[in-house]
């Protein structure tokens, strides 16, 4: 498919896609927009950066009640980081339109009477937590009653142990013949299986189903003492000077200290988790947006759905603790047709649970090593080395003196000392 004419998309619609540079639906954009376009309940799963994101947003849009100041979507998220972004779609396409298209962001943690005050406007889409979305709902402030579609974003997150019940009970506030559709670059047999008893007849859109890993990306590795994991990103940071890039670490409670080594070495970059104020996030994603800083340090917070334009890198400080999650931190680079690296600094203990994952997701792996300040192919390397260490020919070969026979003087001087 050519345009997005040929999917029945408001004409300022396409034309501000064209002014952001987007002008071909990519894959699940041409199999999804019609079905939602239909009220069908979806199912949907594709790699990171494929659009997804307006995959469901714009045949929303083109299903907008103008005449009615009422809420009509809701659109469930597991961060507060992804809210941001898909209203800041929405937001975008309403601006640059003559569409009212009003959204808001509802997320935990957050002063919930300035919350009300928004509501207040009766925005058409409401985007944010289950749990701040649920007791809204309670309070009466959503009307729920009026809602057509509830878009599960990242749907394994938020379908896990900790947030089913919250999420079925958001469901349960909205009529029966309300749309759902569910989406994830990494859609668990339990997800599925999950929400196929939420919905009734549901379409299910698989795409690149045999590898969920971008193909533009280069995945790379580096093996070190654990000690050493740091020093190795300094000099990656060193050797590459990415424009932007992110690296992760397993633990939230770990990235302050992590932050502050590198700052100390005079690197330009700072840390984000999901105990840090609104504020100090926001202020965070705005200064590595605007490249003051071009090193994120994050935990798996910032690897569900957030879309950064130019992150070329991905660093891996610690291994993902689960496949899925290394398909999501991955998918924070090479987005739509761009290329990235993913290099995992890795222990030797580590190997084989990185190669596990570059089996079953199907991607290549190179391992790699730091030689005088530049990334080389540890086969190069060590070939040069024994190459340099080699003995000489001058060394190796006797010379002529030498290879003569010593004559056997010992009985000789014996006698001579008689």
Do not use: W
Request: glycine share 4%; hydrophobic share 35%.
């Amino acid at each position: 498919m050519e345009n997005f004419l040929e999917l029945n998309i408001n004409a300022e619609i396409i034309k501000v896609l064209e002014e952001l540079k987007i002008t071909k639906p990519t894959l699940i954009q041409e199999l999804s927009i019609p079905k939602i376009s239909e009220n069908m309940n979806v199912i949907m799963q594709s790699e990171t950066g494929s659009g997804k994101t307006l995959a469901y947003l714009l045949p929303l849009i083109e299903r907008i009640d103008y005449e009615k100041r009422e809420n009509q979507f809701i659109v469930l998220v597991p961060t507060h980081e992804l809210a941001l972004q898909v209203n800041e779609v929405l937001s975008t396409l309403g601006d640059k339109s003559s569409l009212n298209i009003k959204s808001t962001v509802i997320m935990g943690d957050v002063n919930i009477k300035r919350q009300v005050e928004k509501l207040k406007e009766k925005p058409q889409f409401v985007i944010g937590s289950p749990g701040r979305i649920l007791e809204l709902i309670k309070m009466k402030k959503i009307s729920a009653h009026t809602v057509k579609t509830i878009v599960i974003d990242e749907c394994d997150k938020l379908l896990d142990k900790n947030n089913l019940n919250i999420v079925k009970d958001v469901i349960k506030t909205t009529l029966r013949d309300r749309q759902l559709v569910m989406t994830s670059a990494t859609l668990t047999e339990e997800a599925l299986s999950i929400g196929e008893s939420l919905m009734k007849s549901p379409k299910i859109i698989k795409c690149n189903d045999d590898s969920t890993i971008n193909p533009n990306i280069n995945n790379l590795y580096i093996v070190c003492d654990r000690r050493d994991k740091i020093l190795i990103l300094r000099k990656l940071m060193a050797s590459i000077n990415p424009r932007k890039a992110i690296a992760f670490i397993n633990k939230s409670d770990e990235i302050e200290i992590l932050t502050t080594k590198l700052k100390y070495h005079g690197l330009k970059v700072d840390g984000i988790h999901g105990s840090f104020v609104k504020n100090q996030r926001q202020k965070t994603m705005l200064d590595f947006k605007s490249e003051r800083i071009n090193l994120l340090v994050s935990s798996d917070l910032s690897a569900r759905g957030l879309d950064i334009e130019d992150v070329t890198h991905i660093f891996n400080v610690d291994l993902p603790e689960d496949i899925n999650t290394y398909v999501h931190r991955s998918g924070r680079t090479a987005r739509g047709d761009k290329s990235g690296t993913v290099i995992s600094i890795i222990s030797p203990k580590e190997i084989a649970q990185l190669k596990a994952y570059s089996k079953k997701l199907n991607f290549n792996l190179t391992e790699k090593t730091i030689s005088h300040g530049n990334i080389e192919d540890v086969a190069v390397v060590v070939k040069n080395y024994k190459k340099s260490n080699a003995p000489s020919d001058k060394r190796s070969k006797p010379s002529e003196k030498s290879s003569k026979p010593r004559k056997n003087t010992a009985k000789k001087d014996k006698r001579d000392k008689r």
